[in-house]
């Protein structure tokens, strides 16, 4: 799964499954382009990704088939 997102200076990514298990995490600094986050080895289902930055914060689902 890739999420392109400009200026998040310092941002916190997380994924977490529908039991809140948290799957991935990251933090970068200075943020701008894309991030790639590996989900290859996941089970089908429905996550939940969290982007935290200084000025807002993001919240998705996505579904994995």
């Known amino acids: 799964v890739q999420f392109a997102y400009n200026e998040l200076p310092n ?3 997380e ?3 529908l039991n809140g298990r948290l799957m991935y995490q990251t933090k970068t600094i200075g943020f701008s ?3 790639a986050i590996p ?3 996941w089970s089908r289902g ?3 990704f969290k982007i935290v930055s200084e ?3 993001i919240i998705k689902k996505v579904v994995l088939n």
């Open 39 to 41: 989900v290859a080895q």
């Open 15 to 17: 994924v977490f499954d």
């Open 46 to 48: 429905v996550y939940v």
């Open 33 to 35: 382009g894309q991030l």
């Open 55 to 57: 000025n807002r914060e």
């Open 11 to 13: 941002a916190k990514f």
